[in-house]
């Protein structure tokens, strides 16, 4: 058990996937690492800007991704109404793939499941049905902030998170994954180690039916942070994880890295988020994902102030934190 508060680690939570998503704006999508090695050095330690005519050039060192831009637009909604309330939500939304042109390089990068959505909502700027295919790890990224803000109601959460998901991820799997690590991180909030998860976290899935046919996904970072732990098993140096269990951008390689890593260092925050940004690939959101789960386990208040300080959008995103973990008890029971 750690001594900080439910509040303290559900802004850990927060900010810890921000700060991921940030440290890989700049290094992001290396598949070839010797090059990663040569335009960023041995070993990433903060954050960075991107090399010329790669993806998210134009951007500055800590600035956020189109993917930051829409967990941040969900944590000032949830703020704001002080519940999730979809209309206001897909109303910010709605700004924003106005400026869209439905290519890849449309605003800050825009992935796949984004120009999906955006093939989808722009006829006639609905959100029936917009939800695509796509098996990328946004959804479950940006549903830290539910995890954050529901972590008191996890039954709760459980349902108003796969709405979200489901506005731009419908693919099945990929949604119950998404849920999956959206029910872990609450699960840290609620200071349940990962290693014990599959206690609470299917039971909360219930009401969603998603266990019925998806069942081991929810008890998979309980499985994955136990050989985490295992003594025969010794991945060093750790960035190697990523390489295990896959660098391109399906959740399903991208979640579990995170869930190794957590497990791997459970008391700190720097050495896992980092593995994640060193081990290449898709290190943005395996890093944003990592850090979610980081932040939870250690809690704000350990997070190093380098990467609060660095962080272009902290002036925003530490008092939006603050508020919507504002009514979070300090002790839960399972």
Not at 90 to 103: A, C, I, K, Q, Y
Request: aromatic share 8%.
């Amino acid at each position: 058990m750690h001594t900080h508060t439910a509040r303290d680690r559900a802004m850990g939570a927060v900010v810890g996937c921000f700060i991921g998503d940030a440290l890989g704006v700049g290094p992001h999508w290396y598949y070839n690492l010797q090059k990663m090695r040569q335009d960023y050095g041995e070993w990433i330690s903060n954050y960075t800007a991107p090399k010329e005519k790669r993806w998210h050039a134009g951007l500055k060192p800590g600035d956020s991704s189109q993917t930051g831009q829409v967990a941040l637009m969900l944590l000032e909604s949830l703020a704001c109404t002080h519940t999730y309330n979809q209309h206001d939500f897909t109303s910010r939304m709605n700004d924003l793939l106005e400026t869209l042109d439905g290519t890849s390089h449309g605003g800050r990068m825009t992935d796949i499941a984004m120009r999906e959505l955006w093939k989808a909502w722009r006829p006639e700027k609905s959100w029936v049905n917009t939800g695509s295919w796509a098996d990328t790890a946004e959804a479950a990224i940006r549903s830290t902030m539910l995890a954050a803000a529901y972590a008191h109601t996890p039954e709760k959460l459980a349902e108003v998170a796969l709405t979200n998901i489901r506005l731009t991820h419908n693919e099945p799997l990929i949604s119950a994954q998404s849920l999956a690590f959206c029910l872990v991180v609450c699960a840290l909030i609620r200071d349940i180690p990962l290693e014990k998860t599959r206690t609470v976290v299917p039971s909360w899935a219930e009401t969603t039916g998603l266990t019925n046919f998806f069942y081991d996904t929810f008890i998979q970072p309980d499985l994955i942070a136990a050989a985490a732990q295992n003594p025969n098993i010794h991945i060093d140096p750790p960035l190697h994880v990523c390489q295990l269990f896959g660098l391109p951008c399906q959740l399903g390689f991208m979640a579990p890295a995170a869930y190794f890593l957590a497990a791997s260092f459970q008391n700190e925050f720097e050495m896992p988020v980092l593995s994640a940004i060193n081990g290449g690939g898709n290190n943005m959101a395996r890093a944003a994902l990592t850090g979610a789960l980081a932040g939870a386990q250690v809690g704000f208040s350990n997070i190093p102030k380098r990467f609060i300080d660095g962080l272009q959008d902290a002036i925003a995103i530490v008092p939006l934190a603050e508020k919507i973990t504002e009514n979070l008890s300090t002790e839960f029971g399972a």
